[in-house]
């Protein structure tokens, strides 16, 4: 493989919103989630991850707007696709936007868009907030029909779930492992061979994040529950530069087999 060969740096964006779950578990200012993000930023971030949930049960109103004032790296903001949502989107103008599926009873996001029957809807949805400039990103499962259809709708990015091959590989189910990755493997090349930028994300961890940190075509991870869970022993810091050394250990080795 030539240098201009060369895999292109994976992106890590960093997920705050569980520092505002604690935050709001006990009220107050505490811990606060813009310093995470400042930290984040410090450490290597090459984005800030927000979750604004319509019930508000960890990002606020007023982080969004912290988050905007003080950021020097990119804001993607996770939001469902309502019209407040949008509202808000259209008044901040942040770099990103990843449309959501949200219910309000799930603990976390359960799974990806479902963009295949919602299409023109969505195309509607997605349309305001290209022309103000927002670079629109689609979380979906790796299946082709909803890559097709992000595609159709106007997306420039697309974020695979990793949150099925992340499970099979925390239970020690290495066919089921084997199976999600082949999956997400096949779908991030077609989603890239259609020009979508490939993002991934959903219960990435140290043990899950090396295979598809190496897929050629995944361009960031974003990763949030697992970095801030592991802060709390090691640091946000040494959390997220371990996260870091990962993922580019992946990348070089990919890089090398390329070569060979």
């Not at 804001?75 to 259209?90: K, R, V």
């Amino acid at each position: 493989m030539s240098e201009t060969t060369k895999l292109p740096p994976l992106r890590l964006g960093v997920n705050i919103d569980h520092v505002a779950t604690v935050r709001n578990a006990r009220g107050g200012d505490y811990p606060d989630p813009l310093r995470a993000a400042k930290l984040a930023e410090e450490a290597g971030a090459d984005g800030i991850t927000a979750h604004l949930r319509e019930d508000r049960r960890h990002i606020s109103d007023g982080d969004i707007d912290g988050l905007m004032a003080m950021l020097s790296v990119p804001l993607n903001f996770e939001m469902a696709a309502t019209q407040e949502m949008q509202d808000i989107a259209l008044r901040h103008k942040p770099h990103a936007v990843c449309i959501v599926p949200e219910k309000r009873e799930e603990k976390t996001t359960e799974g990806g868009l479902e963009v295949a029957r919602e299409e023109n809807k969505l195309a509607h949805f997605i349309a305001p907030l290209r022309d103000a400039g927002c670079r629109v990103s689609i979380f979906i499962a790796a299946e082709r029909r909803q890559i097709e259809a992000a595609h159709r709708i106007g997306a420039e990015v697309i974020e695979l779930h990793t949150g099925g091959y992340c499970d099979a590989v925390a239970e020690g189910r290495d066919e089921a492992a084997a199976a999600e990755l082949a999956r997400l493997r096949d779908m991030s090349s077609f989603a890239d061979s259609l020009g979508l930028e490939v993002h991934a994300g959903h219960g990435l961890t140290y043990d899950s994040v090396t295979p598809i940190a190496a897929l050629p075509e995944v361009r960031e991870l974003n990763i949030g529950h697992f970095l801030i869970g592991e802060a709390i022993f090691r640091g946000l810091t040494p959390a997220i530069a371990e996260m870091r050394r990962l993922m580019e250990t992946a990348r070089d080795q990919a890089n090398a087999m390329g070569a060979a």
